[in-house]
C-alpha cells in the first residue's frame, strides 16, 4: 500500500539537510511520543518508519539513491524553467507527491505520522478503508492496531474540527466533531477523547446557531435548526439568565450578549416564540424581549391583541424597574390617552420626558409628544433588532387610519375592573380610571374618540377632546432595545389605588342609626321560656348519644389502636404490579435478555415523554446524561408547541458487548421497527408521521450503582 510520506518529511527534515541535522532530527522524533491511549503496537509502528527514514539518510550511499529516485520523479527547477520558456504549462499537469510502500502492519504508524503532521483530511482517506471489514477471530495485536487506527481517525475528526472552527465554517466543523465521535461510539472505544470532542460540540453551539440563523429565509430547515438548537441551549441553561449549566464556557453577562447579538438574525414572531415561552420560567429578561417582540409586531402588523399582550407583561416588569414609557407608548398605540398620560406622570427617566414635553408645548397635555417619541421610538430603536422589520417603514397616521385597527379596539375587553397597573408613588393621589379612549385619524391628524359615547354615523368629535399630531423629528436621545434590566431606584413600591378615607374615619354622610326602644316584658318572658327550652332539649340529646356509645362499645370486638390505613373496595391499599410490566432498571450482568429488558424499557419510557401526556419519570429511571438531557428537553418542547406522538415498537438484540477498558461499560446493537403517528394541536400530522421497520441503533450503557442505564445512542443506518 502506497501512503504520501516520504522520509524527508518523517524526519520533518529538508532535502538539503546535514549529517549533524538529521541526527538530531532522528532523536527529537524519536523522543516524542503520541497521545497515551495508543498501544504498543501503535508505537513501534511509528518508531519503525523513523528509524528506516534515518537508516537510508545516514548512509550517504543509500541517501544518493533514494535523493535519485526522489528528484528524479521531481522535475528540477532548471528543467521547469525551460519547459514553461519554450511552451506553456499543461493544465491537466498534477503536481509531483512523493510516497511510501508499507505493510499493513506500517498502516498504523504511517496514519500516526500523518496525524502529526497535520495532514488531517489523508489520514481519513486512507484510513477508513481499513476499518470496512472487522475480522472474526483477530489476534489481539491486531485488535490493538483496529483500536489505534479509530483513535487516529477520531483525532483527525477533532482536529480538522478545530481548524474548521478557526477558519469560521461552523457546521463542517460539527460535522467533523461528530464523525469522530460516532466513530467511537460505534466502536465503543476511548471515552475520554470523546468527552473532549462532546466539549468542543458544547463550545461549538454558539457558533452554529448563529451561522444557521443567519442563513436566508429560504432554507427554513437550517433556520429551524438552529432555532432549536438555541432552545436546547435555554432549557439546560434553565433559561437567559438561568444558573444552569449548557457547557458552553459562557457565563450569564456572555450569554446575554449572545442573545442580543442573535436577536438581529431573528423575525419578530421567532422571538416572540422563544422569549415568550422563557418568560414563564420566570425570566425578566425574557419578558422584556417578549415585550418588545409583541409591541414591534402589533404596530407592524396593525395588531392591537399584541400591544395589548405586551402591555400586560409589562405589569410583571413594574416592580423591577421603571417601565411607565413603554406602557404609555402600548396605552397610546391601543387608544387609551388618559391611561398614557398618567403613566408619563409616573415616569421617572429624565430624558425621553424631557423631550415629550419640548414637542408637546403648547398643548394641554403631553400626547402630542409622545406620539413623536414613540413612533421614532419604535422606528429607530425597536424595529432594527428584528429581522424582518430592521426595513420596515410605519407610522401612527397608517396604524390609525386602519379600519381594522379601530374595529379591533372596539373589540377589546374593558380593563376598568381590573387591577390598575398605573400604580400611583406614594405621594400622588390615586384617581378614578376613566373610559378608555378610541383614536382615529381625521383631516391627516390622530384624534380621540370615546368608546362609550361614539356611534358609527359620527365623523366629528367633541370640541373637548384633544387632537394628537403626528408630527416629524428625532428624540435626542438612545433608547434601544438592550436585554440588560436595570433595577427602578425611584419606585419603592406599588400600593393599589384605594380611594382615602375621611380624617375621622367614617364618611360624613353616613346616617345615624336610630334609638332604637326597650323590649317589653310579655316579649321578654317568651324568649326565656324559648331558650329554656332548648337548652334542655340539648341536654336529653346528649344523654342518649352517650348511652348509645356505651352500648356500642360493650358489646362489640374491642377497638383497634393508632392510626389505621384507609382501604377502598375498589383500589387496593399497595399497588399490584403488574405481571407483563417489566422493571425499568436492570441489574446484575448485561446479555442478550437483560440488554432486550433495557432496550424496550428505553422505548416504552421514551412513548410517554413523547405521548399525549408528556410524562418524563421514566426517562430518569433508564437514561442518564447526555441522552437524558435531550430528550427530556424534546418531551418539554413538544408539551409547548402542542404536539405528541402515538409510537409502535417492535425490538431484536442483535449483539452485546463488554467494553475492554471499563467493566461497567457496554453496548448494545438492535433492529428496532418504529411506527410514530404525530398529531399537532389535536389533528393528525400525517406529514411527520413514518413507519420505518429496520432502523439499526447502537446503545452506549453504564453500570451505574449497579444498574443499567443509556448514556447515549446512534442510529447506524
Not at 182 to 208: C, M, T, W
Not at 375 to 380: A, F, T
Not at 472 to 484: M, Q
Not at 620 to 641: G, T
Request: some cysteine.
Amino acid at each position: 500500500m502506497r501512503i504520501p510520506l516520504d522520509y524527508y518529511r518523517i524526519l520533518g527534515l529538508p532535502i538539503q539537510a546535514n549529517a549533524d541535522q538529521l541526527q538530531q532530527a532522528h532523536r527529537d522524533r524519536a523522543m516524542q511520543l503520541p497521545r497515551r491511549e495508543y498501544s504498543e503496537v501503535a508505537i513501534a509502528a511509528r518508531k519503525q518508519l523513523i528509524d528506516e527514514a534515518y537508516v537510508v539518510l545516514s548512509n550517504p550511499e543509500q541517501r544518493q539513491a533514494y535523493d535519485a529516485t526522489f528528484l528524479g520523479a521531481a522535475p528540477s527547477p532548471e528543467a521547469e524553467s525551460e519547459t514553461s520558456s519554450s511552451s506553456p504549462p499543461s493544465s491537466t499537469a498534477e503536481p509531483f507527491t512523493p510516497s511510501l510502500n508499507i505493510d499493513n502492519e506500517q498502516l498504523v504508524g504511517a496514519l500516526l505520522i500523518l496525524l502529526e503532521l497535520g495532514e488531517y483530511e489523508l489520514v481519513l482517506k486512507y484510513g477508513r478503508p481499513s476499518l470496512n471489514s472487522k475480522p472474526q477471530n483477530a489476534e489481539k495485536d491486531q485488535q490493538l492496531a483496529r483500536a489505534d487506527i479509530v483513535l487516529t481517525l477520531a483525532l483527525a475528526c477533532m482536529e480538522l474540527g478545530r481548524e474548521q472552527w478557526q477558519q469560521g465554517s461552523y457546521e463542517n466543523a460539527a460535522e467533523s466533531l461528530e464523525t469522530g465521535q460516532k466513530l467511537l461510539l460505534q466502536e465503543g472505544l476511548f471515552a475520554s477523547v470523546r468527552g473532549e470532542i462532546q466539549a468542543d460540540i458544547y463550545k461549538l453551539r454558539p457558533y452554529r446557531i448563529l451561522e444557521l440563523v443567519a442563513q436566508p429565509e429560504e432554507k427554513a430547515t437550517q433556520r429551524r435548526k438552529g432555532i432549536q438548537m438555541l432552545r436546547d441551549m435555554l432549557q439546560e441553561r434553565g433559561g437567559i439568565d438561568g444558573p444552569g449549566n449548557d457547557q458552553s464556557g459562557l457565563g450569564i453577562d456572555d450569554f446575554l450578549l449572545f442573545i442580543q447579538q442573535l436577536r438581529g438574525y431573528l423575525t419578530a414572531k421567532e422571538q416572540q416564540s422563544i422569549f415568550e415561552t422563557e418568560a414563564l420560567r420566570p425570566s425578566a429578561v425574557a419578558t422584556y424581549l417578549a415585550v418588545y417582540a409583541l409591541l414591534a409586531q402589533g404596530f407592524a402588523e396593525h395588531k392591537p391583541a399584541l400591544i395589548a399582550r405586551s402591555k400586560r407583561m409589562l405589569v410583571r416588569l413594574g416592580s423591577r424597574q421603571d417601565v411607565h414609557l413603554e406602557q404609555a407608548v402600548c396605552a397610546l398605540l391601543l387608544g387609551q390617552t388618559e391611561e398614557a398620560s398618567r403613566a408619563l406622570e409616573l415616569s421617572q427617566e429624565y430624558e425621553p420626558l424631557a423631550f415629550i414635553r419640548e414637542h408637546s408645548q403648547g398643548s394641554p397635555d403631553l400626547l402630542p409628544g409622545l406620539c413623536l417619541y414613540g413612533e421614532r421610538w419604535l422606528q429607530e430603536e425597536v424595529f432594527p433588532h428584528f429581522r424582518d422589520l430592521k426595513n420596515r417603514q410605519s407610522s401612527l397616521k397608517d396604524y390609525f387610519a386602519d379600519e381594522r385597527i379601530q374595529t379591533e379596539l372596539e373589540a377589546l375587553p374593558s380593563e376598568s375592573e381590573e387591577i390598575d397597573e398605573w400604580a400611583a408613588l406614594p405621594n400622588q393621589r390615586a384617581t378614578v380610571r376613566p373610559e378608555p379612549t378610541a383614536l382615529k385619524v381625521e383631516n391627516g391628524n390622530v384624534v380621540p374618540v370615546n368608546r362609550s359615547t361614539r356611534t358609527p354615523a359620527q365623523t366629528a368629535t367633541p370640541a373637548s377632546e384633544r387632537q394628537l399630531a403626528v408630527v416629524g423629528g428625532k428624540p435626542p436621545l438612545a433608547r434601544g432595545g438592550t436585554a440588560t434590566l436595570t433595577p427602578n431606584s425611584g419606585v419603592s413600591s406599588r400600593p393599589a389605588s384605594i380611594p382615602p378615607h375621611p380624617p375621622n374615619g367614617r364618611s360624613s354622610t353616613a346616617p345615624t342609626p336610630p334609638n332604637r326602644a326597650g323590649r317589653s316584658p310579655k316579649n321578654s318572658r317568651f324568649l326565656l321560656i324559648g331558650a329554656v327550652g332548648i337548652l334542655g332539649l340539648g341536654l336529653l340529646l346528649f344523654l342518649v348519644s352517650r348511652t348509645l356509645t356505651w352500648l356500642e362499645g360493650a358489646f362489640s370486638e374491642p377497638l383497634l389502636q393508632g392510626e389505621q390505613p384507609q382501604v377502598q373496595l375498589d383500589r387496593p391499599p399497595v399497588e399490584i404490579p403488574d405481571p407483563d410490566l417489566q422493571p425499568t432498571t436492570v441489574t446484575g450482568e448485561l446479555n442478550q435478555q437483560s440488554a432486550r429488558q433495557i432496550v424496550q424499557s428505553w422505548l416504552d419510557a421514551k412513548s410517554e415523554a413523547l405521548g399525549r401526556e408528556h410524562r418524563t419519570e421514566r426517562l430518569e429511571e433508564i437514561l442518564v446524561d447526555p441522552a437524558l438531557s435531550r430528550w427530556r428537553s424534546q418531551s418539554q418542547q413538544a408539551r409547548q408547541e402542542n404536539w405528541y406522538a402515538e409510537h409502535e415498537h417492535s425490538l431484536q438484540i442483535e449483539s452485546v458487548e463488554m467494553s475492554q477498558l471499563n467493566p461497567n461499560q457496554g453496548f448494545v446493537e438492535a433492529i428496532v421497527s418504529e411506527k410514530a403517528t404525530f398529531f399537532e394541536n389535536g389533528q393528525l400530522d400525517s406529514a411527520s408521521s413514518y413507519n420505518d421497520p429496520n432502523l439499526r441503533v447502537r446503545y452506549e450503557l453504564i453500570r451505574q450503582d449497579n444498574q443499567w442505564r443509556i448514556q447515549d445512542m446512534v442510529v447506524l443506518r
